[in-house]
């Protein structure tokens, strides 16, 4: 059975932190999915716009060599995009440990990974 893992993240601004998450869920999934958070995600959920825009974000992070496929993300709750990508385990980096975002899957699919 094919694992397909999915890092979602803003990658604005891309820096070593966002190549280490990629890179270790590439190593722990066979088909990884990288979502890209769409401009409008991000002020809504950050209250500010990115750096980068989003089609420039996408291709920098689907240049990388470990990554299958990008996603634009363009809803702010995990489980729809779950529903459209249909991914079996995420990985997230620190930024959510502790937080209702990084708790809210225990126990539920798709199963959550962190570094």
């Not at 891309?14 to 066979?30: E, P, Q, R, S, T």
């Amino acid at each position: 059975m094919t694992i397909i893992g999915y890092a979602p993240g803003a990658y604005d601004l891309f820096h070593v932190g966002h190549l280490n998450i990629l890179k270790h869920a590439a190593d722990h999934c066979d088909h990884l999915i990288a979502g890209v958070v769409s401009d409008e995600m991000l002020v809504l959920t950050k209250g500010r716009a990115p750096v980068i825009p989003l089609a420039e974000r996408m291709e920098i992070v689907r240049s990388l060599r470990f990554v299958d496929d990008v996603h634009a993300e363009v809803v702010p709750d995990k489980i729809d995009t779950w529903r459209q990508v249909r991914f079996d385990v995420i990985f997230k980096g620190d930024d959510w440990r502790g937080t209702p975002k990084g708790t809210g899957w225990s126990g539920t699919s798709p199963r959550s990974a962190s570094p």
